[in-house]
């Protein structure tokens, strides 16, 4: 068997009382929008103790001694994305002491710096980095991330009494509530989307693995996985993920429907003129039957559905 290089990264864990501090990415083009420790991969010639405390520097501005880390826990994580497959190796570093006043130095990739509570972990938080940081809670000095494939597959849509979806690529209704339910069921998941899903959407969903299916070459946005078979799609999406949300369009969901294991079906109760359709799902049963609500004069209520065993 050819042996393998993994990629080497740290993380680092500025602890104050029982919180710890994180910060939110952007422009990255992986993971934007969701919250990480302050990280880095080692440079050339690096110990993990000298990666540690440049990265701390170069990323929230304090100084930190070698006398004051604590190596705390160990992951071995798989990634699987536009630039290939690799495997990290990646060291957590617990501090307490340091000098000067922790911020954002890098704020082109970097916003919204907070403590955190073990207990209070925002769903956008990076699905591996919470992972780590619960098995150092349970005082555990390894576990790994990405190899993982368990996970539920789950069509989120808004859909009239028809089970209309939309017209020329657009949504058929203007309902807030909908799209604060969508964001709160999908925040720090995976979502998979055809190409003109997220054309239509125009960027990707900040706080998510944004994974796009699409057969053209020349379609390579920033901060997205793209990928031309349902099978990668899934593969790259369940990664570091429970709940696989499957957003559309109309063909997606077709081709998703057969092995959806919930469907979360936001129900308008009117009539439209539509040219794309959800497809037929009398193989579910509803569990979930929401209150009825009225926004812009249409009444709509969100609902959940299993599998029929």
């Known amino acids: 068997m050819d042996r393998f290089a993994t990629r080497t990264a740290v993380y680092i864990i500025l602890k104050k009382d029982d919180k710890f501090l994180m910060f939110r990415r952007k422009n990255t083009g992986w993971y934007d929008g969701f919250y990480n420790l302050p990280c880095g991969h080692i440079d050339g010639r690096e110990t993990l103790i000298e990666a540690a405390i440049r990265e701390t520097k170069e990323e929230v501005g304090v100084d930190i001694k070698e006398k004051n880390l604590q190596f705390v826990h160990l992951v071995h994580r798989r990634s699987d994305g536009n630039d290939g497959y690799f495997e990290y190796t990646e060291a957590y570093f617990a501090v307490d002491k340091w000098s000067g006043k922790p911020q954002i130095t890098e704020v082109e990739h970097g916003e919204a710096l907070e403590w955190f509570d073990i207990n209070e972990l925002p769903k956008n938080t990076l699905p591996y980095t919470r992972e780590a940081l619960i098995n150092i809670k349970n005082k555990s000095l390894y576990s790994q991330a990405g190899w993982k494939k368990n996970f539920k597959i789950s069509l989120i849509a808004a859909i009239g009494k028809n089970r209309e979806l939309g017209k020329n690529n657009q949504l058929l209704w203007n309902l807030p509530e ?15 989307m055809g190409q003109r899903t997220f054309d239509s959407i125009g960027k990707p969903l900040p706080g998510r693995l944004n994974v796009v299916l699409s057969q053209d070459p020349k379609f390579k946005p920033k ?3 793209v990928c031309n078979s349902i099978e990668q799609a899934l ?36 009539d439209f003129d539509a040219d794309v359709y959800f497809p037929e799902y009398n193989k579910f049963k509803m569990i979930k039957d929401g209150k009825q609500q009225i926004s812009n004069e249409l009444k709509f209520k969100f609902t959940e559905w299993e599998r029929k065993k």
């Open 178 to 192: 909908d799209l604060k339910h969508f964001k709160e069921k999908t925040l720090g998941q995976s979502c998979i």
């Open 235 to 270: 593969a790259r999406a369940s990664n570091y993920c429970d709940e696989v949300f499957i957003i559309g369009g109309a063909s997606i969901y077709a081709q998703f429907i057969d092995r959806a294991d919930k469907l979360y079906l936001t129900l308008v109760d009117s």
């Open 223 to 225: 901060g997205v996985v």
